[in-house]
Nanobody
Framework: QVQLVESGGGLVQPGGSLRLSCSAS????????KGWYRRAPGREREMVAS???????NTGLAVKGRFSISSNDARDTIYLQMNDLKPEDTAVYYC??????WGQGTQVTVSA
């Protein structure tokens, strides 16, 4: 069993940046797929970015060029760097392994 805990959300103005973190217990070493998803009010859950163990990265079209996913050397934390944030990025952001385990989510609000 894997426990995932997200952090780093908050209120930011349009054009600002945030970095979300997702810590895994015990770690991500045995997990092939790591992903960030988000759900905005009234909308379906959306894949934001994913990272697999071979280093392959996939980024959603809505955030391509603005968001990036990475992990630390210890492979117990993944990050989502979010730049040039827009109001439509407002959502609860979740990390997951392959969809089996999910964190509790962290709220990101982009507003002037």
């Amino acid at each position: 069993q894997v426990q995932l805990v997200e952090s780093g959300g908050g209120l930011v103005q349009p054009g600002g940046s945030l970095r979300l973190s997702c810590s895994a217990s015990p770690n991500f070493r045995s997990i092939y797929y790591k992903g960030w998803y988000r759900r905005a009010p009234g909308r379906e859950r959306e894949m934001v970015a994913s990272l697999v163990s071979d280093g392959s990265i996939n980024t959603g079209l809505a955030v391509k060029g603005r968001f990036s996913i990475s992990s630390n050397d210890a492979r117990d934390t993944i990050y989502l760097q979010m730049n040039d944030l827009k109001p439509e990025d407002t959502a609860v952001y979740y990390c997951t392994d392959d969809g089996t385990f999910w964190g509790q989510g962290t709220q990101v609000t982009v507003s002037a």
